[in-house]
């Protein structure tokens, strides 16, 4: 079984992957805990954080002491870590970090157990066809440092967005499942009244992810979109009804 939840912010948010919390998810969905083997974060991932870290073939080895903690706590679930690249997480790191196989196409090895998972890539996961996406726009930037709290790159440059419709157009453009941080912006509708209102729907669209997404979601067919980025669990309690799978706190088995 697959797990799905959304973002960890580091230590933040981390209770995400405690046993307690997943048992729990696990007990509403009559799913046992061990049947587990791999848990996605949708983004916002944040280890490391801190860019002062070592980086060989084995994956980091951090000397700020809560990104060491952290990673300690990870490599020790007996299920692997898999993350979506988000807006707050480290991507001059992430660049970095060395790539192996896994699921048919390449991921980043963070350590043993924990990976991220690449923008545009496309896995099979227990035999479920994943497309995978990520990042989003700051609101904050402007109050973040770069390179320390904020990255750039957490907007897809124009080359990979062509190499992602590249790749959806030489495989068949049918999934299982859509990962991103940031969703569609009718996905992302669905998590506030706010955005009922057409006018500010339309600020969504100051974020080019979003507008990637829209782009994406007119091209493919799937069977759910699941992301984070806007601190809502209105997926986890909706999932019967709706395609657009908005998590936070909460986690979807699959």
């Not at 697959?2 to 209770?15: A, K, L, R, V």
């Not at 069977?223 to 019967?240: A, T």
Request: proline residues 3%; charged residues 25%; negative net charge.
């Amino acid at each position: 079984m697959i797990y799905i939840t959304g973002d960890t912010h580091n230590i933040e948010d981390m209770s995400n992957l405690s046993s307690k919390n997943m048992k729990l998810c696990c007990m509403e969905q009559g799913v046992a805990f061990h049947d587990i083997t791999a848990a996605i974060v949708l983004g916002d991932f944040g280890l490391p954080w801190s860019s002062d870290c070592e980086i060989d073939e084995a994956g980091i080895h951090p000397t700020d002491h809560t990104d060491r903690y952290l990673l300690k706590w990870y490599n020790q679930k007996p299920f692997n870590i898999l993350a979506v690249m988000g807006n707050h997480d480290n991507y001059d790191v992430i660049e970095r970090l060395p790539e192996v196989e896994m699921f048919g196409s390449k991921v980043l090895k963070v350590s043993d157990n924990v990976f991220y998972l690449k923008r545009g890539e496309i896995y099979t996961i227990e035999d479920k066809r994943f497309l995978v996406l990520g990042g989003a726009m700051s609101d904050d930037k402007a109050w973040r440092k770069p390179h320390e709290s904020w990255w750039e790159q957490e907007e897809w440059s124009e080359a990979e967005k062509a190499a992602c419709l590249e790749k959806i157009g030489q495989c068949a453009s049918s999934f299982d499942y859509v990962l991103s941080h940031t969703g569609p912006s009718t996905g992302i509708a669905l998590t506030d009244d706010f955005f009922s209102n057409e006018e500010n729907l339309k600020q969504l669209l100051r974020d080019s992810n979003v507008v990637f997404n829209d782009k994406l979601d007119s091209l493919i067919s799937y069977k759910k979109w699941l992301f984070g980025h806007w601190h809502s669990d209105w997926g986890y309690e909706n999932y019967k009804e709706s395609k657009y799978m908005p998590l936070y706190h909460q986690g979807i088995l699959i």
